[in-house]
């Protein structure tokens, strides 16, 4: 039902940057090593997103576009593993509601492409087209068909940059992939596939690289890894912050407080640093679940893990040189 889906899609997408987060998602999930991600107005008029992944074969496209219909679940292990990390099969579906969509993917084994619309609900039938192997979603016109909505999306520069902030924290969380992001016929960033320092270093700017300290601590089954600030880097301010919880982009008070009180108590500082910061963990000491865009999560052990986080930094900071 139309209604339906486009009231839970806005839930899923709420402006051209979650929409672009749910693709590029996809993408990695489907293996690519290459991704390019094109945007015309802020993704606004168009958000394209052409890989190099598994593809979806002829019978399986309609399957992508249905309401809660995932390929990633197929037991109830996986339905546990899998539910925390946002794997629920509607980001198609909703996208399709609100958007102009059209699909063409290649599965290696096929002779040429197959390609679909989605408009309004209604999917047209696959016809062949040319392509690679690999998938290609475009959404053109978001909220087209639902102007209320449309009059709460921000101007093509600040839309533009909210879809940069997701391409970035994708890309820093998958060195391994290469990415590319154009604007306007323009590219924006051109990321190789790296080791995961280089990629830092590539998404951040050697200022940033030339500025922080390495961190690299672990403890029982925690391990915090990445790189942050020093007083030096002339940009530390909030918006270069990212923490990733088991290669997943979290933003967590407890977190940014643990950050917070190292830079007070080695550095006097009482501002945010810039950070990029891997934690990992064992699976269970982690509740991804707690909200629909998966970007909050809920610790097992907050305390420990504070203290875990404050000594790794406060350490770092005290004893590392740029
Ligand atoms: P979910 O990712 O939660 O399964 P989605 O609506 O995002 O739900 O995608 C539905 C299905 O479409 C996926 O399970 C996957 O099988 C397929 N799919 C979507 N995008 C791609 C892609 N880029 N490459 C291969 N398969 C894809
Ligand atoms: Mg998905």
Known sequence: DLLISQIAAGEVVERPASALKEMLENSVDAGAADITVQLVQGGIKLIRVMDNGTG??????????????TSKISTLEDLQQVVSLG???EALASIAAVSRLTLASR??????????????GRLSPPEPV????????????LYFNTPARRKFLKTEATEFSYCEE????????RPDIGFTLQHNGTVRRHLRAADPRSRIAAVLGDEFSQTSVLIDEQAADLRLWG???????????RDAQYFFVNGRFVRDKLITHALREAYRDVLHLDRYPAFVLFLEMKAES?????????????????????????????KALATGQP
């Open 56 to 69: 979806i074969s002829k019978e399986d496209i309609p399957l992508a576009l249905a309401r809660h219909a």
């Open 87 to 89: 794997f629920r099969g």
């Open 107 to 120: 599965r290696a084994e096929q002779k040429h492409a197959w390609k679909v619309q989605a408009e309004s």
């Open 130 to 141: 040319a392509l690679a192997s690999g998938t290609t979603v475009e959404m053109h016109d």
């Open 166 to 173: 997701t391409f970035k924290r994708i890309a820093l969380s």
């Open 227 to 237: 790189s942050a600030a020093l007083p030096a880097y002339s940009r530390a301010s």
């Open 286 to 314: 982690v509740d991804a679940n707690v909200h629909p865009t998966k970007i909050e999560v809920r610790f097992r052990d907050p305390r420990a893990l504070h203290q875990f986080v404050f000594h790794a930094i406060d």
